[in-house]
């Protein structure tokens, strides 16, 4: 299939496919990340209350001009808000300057208390619930609700439940970590999945993987094209190239089509080479059902 440029949510909401990410990308950078990327043609941004940059980015957004109407912004509750989410969705508002999300992702399902520790008197499903409220009763600030970090053992509790169906599943996505059950799992059930740290983040071996470098050679461009592309020629699913150079922020957003065996030849990768630019063994609650982190 030819790349996609937007997806449609399970709300009926137009998502752009490429957004910039921003985990990682430090206050003093990423107000100018954002404005440039939103100056240069990036309609969707990603952040997070946990990335503490949510200020930064509001003002980066405020500094591009563009209407707010014109840009897909994401954040997402943090672990230690998760008993109450409803004074965490006003900071994050409070803090981006928005009168609204275009999505509210739980962070992780994984509450914890402030001081870094898993806060196991305090269920994730609860939380999942409130949110849902919140959405339900305030269509004016939350645009979709969606959840990130879940495996299909999560889901499959959520689901049991869920009187909304999560717009996305925000996950680790890359040639060496394709978690090809979860992303089935989601695409059967209209959950469109949301690719974070597509280029194996910080000095990723992927960007320099034999592989990659050989498709990117093929159509001249960089092994980041190749990797952000890889997303953007499955269904149902968009992605998060984080950067705070320039020249990256417009380079990432050329996407390419992928004919299905050079898809095939990335997916092979993980057969020889997986890695989790992020574990989720950080939270205190293990692998989170994740088979390849049991
Ligand atoms: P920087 O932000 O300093 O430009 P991911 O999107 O997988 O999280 O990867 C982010 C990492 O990849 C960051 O270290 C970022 O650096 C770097 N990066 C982003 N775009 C490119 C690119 N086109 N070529 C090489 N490295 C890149």
Redesign the pocket.
């Known amino acids: 299939m030819p790349a996609t440029t937007s997806v449609t949510l399970n709300t009926g909401a137009v998502m752009p496919t490429v957004g910039l990410?921003t985990?990682?990308?430090k206050p003093g950078q990423v107000e100018h990340a954002v404005e440039f990327a939103l100056k240069n043609g990036y309609k969707h941004i990603d952040t997070a209350a946990g990335y503490q940059n949510e200020a930064e980015v509001g003002q980066g957004i405020k500094a591009s001009g563009l209407p707010r109407e014109q840009i897909f912004l994401t954040t997402k509750l943090d672990n230690p808000d998760q008993r109450h989410p409803a004074k965490a969705l006003e900071a994050s508002l409070k803090k981006l300057d928005t009168p609204y999300l275009d999505l509210w992702l739980m962070h992780w399902p994984a509450p914890m208390t402030t001081d870094g520790k898993p806060d196991r008197g305090h269920d994730w499903l609860d939380t999942w619930k409130t949110m849902e409220d919140l959405y339900l009763a305030h269509p004016e600030k939350i645009k979709a609700i969606g959840v990130s970090n879940f495996s299909v053992e999560y889901f499959e509790r959520l689901l049991k439940v869920a009187r909304v169906v999560p717009a996305v599943n925000q996950i680790e996505l890359?040639p060496s970590c394709p978690q090809d059950d979860v992303v089935g799992y989601c695409q059967d059930k209209g959950i469109v999945l949301t690719a974070?740290?597509?280029?194996?983040?910080?000095?990723?071996p992927l960007?320099t993987n034999e592989t990659v470098t050989k498709i990117a050679a093929k159509y001249g461009v960089?092994?980041?094209n190749v990797l952000v592309s890889l997303h953007a020629n499955k269904p149902m699913h968009t992605v998060?190239?984080?950067?705070?150079?320039n020249e990256?922020i417009l380079?990432?957003a050329k996407i390419l089509d992928l004919t299905p065996e050079e898809i095939s030849e990335l997916h092979d990768i993980d057969k020889t080479h997986h890695f989790r630019?992020c574990h989720p063994s950080w939270t205190g609650f293990g692998g989170l059902g994740f088979p390849d982190c049991k």
């Open positions: 990410g985990w990682k990308s890359h974070y740290s597509p280029l194996g983040s910080d000095n990723s960007l960089q092994s980041a998060l190239p984080k950067s705070v150079t990256r380079n990432n630019a």
